[in-house]
């Protein structure tokens, strides 16, 4: 076994934290001190006859946050860049990418969709000879974390990047990409052991990624909406992600990023 394989992650817990808000979701997701993100925190999709855009020239996909991700805490260096996993969330219309509006009622609709959005896919794979897209209900897995269920297919050249689908509403979902390719030799599938391994990393980063619905819980209680470092100044935010005051006790509990 790959001593990859062996090592216990970061704690997603202590990394730092991207909040936002589509229509009536507060979500946060784990993510690097690093990271690009956009400093926009409120995003609002709105039914028209053509969809979700009112121009259907444009894409109605947003990328709130992408980057990359150092798996472990043990020096790496003679494995050069090995350990990084590069990520990014994005929301995105179903009708944009391909799938029928209307809500997911069964593990049948999420592969379906699934495979739709990929069937995109087919002309590209004839032109790479190591390109895979998932073709059928047996590519797509179902599973639930944390009580929300996921669909999840591994594409890409030796099925290097693995997409997590979840739905919002009827009309969006959201998709959380992982390429942890650096943690294996290029152009080679990955052993079966470290992919193993950074698959345990994926669903412990799900279970870190909280989609709450406005309403479900007092707004005091809401993350607050912005980004936040790992080490984070001591600030007291309210729930638009605004300093209040600087007090020593502010983060003492991390209550305000508990979820």
Known sequence: MDAL?????NKLSDLAVYCFDVNEFRIQARCSDEARYDPIY???????????????NYTGEIMPVRGSIRINDENLDAR??????????????????GMLQGRW??????????????????????NWPHYVYPKNDADVEVLTVKDRVWGHVSVGDYRSIDQFFTELTEHLVVVVRFDASSCWPSEAP???DIKSHVMGFFLDYLNHFDIITRGSVPDEELPPLGFYPSKRDEKEIDAEGKTIESTPEAYASESLLKW
Do not use: M
């Open 5 to 9: 394989s062996k090592r216990e992650w």
């Open 42 to 56: 409120q995003y609002s999709f709105s039914a028209t006859k053509s969809g979700l855009n009112e121009n259907p």
């Open 80 to 97: 050069g860049s090995f350990g990084y996993v590069s990520f990014s969330v994005t929301v995105w219309p179903k009708t944009d990418l």
């Open 105 to 126: 009622r069964s593990a049948d609709e999420i592969c379906a969709d699934i495979l739709k959005f990929h069937g995109r896919y087919a002309e590209k794979a004839k």
């Open 190 to 192: 990955p052993p079966a």
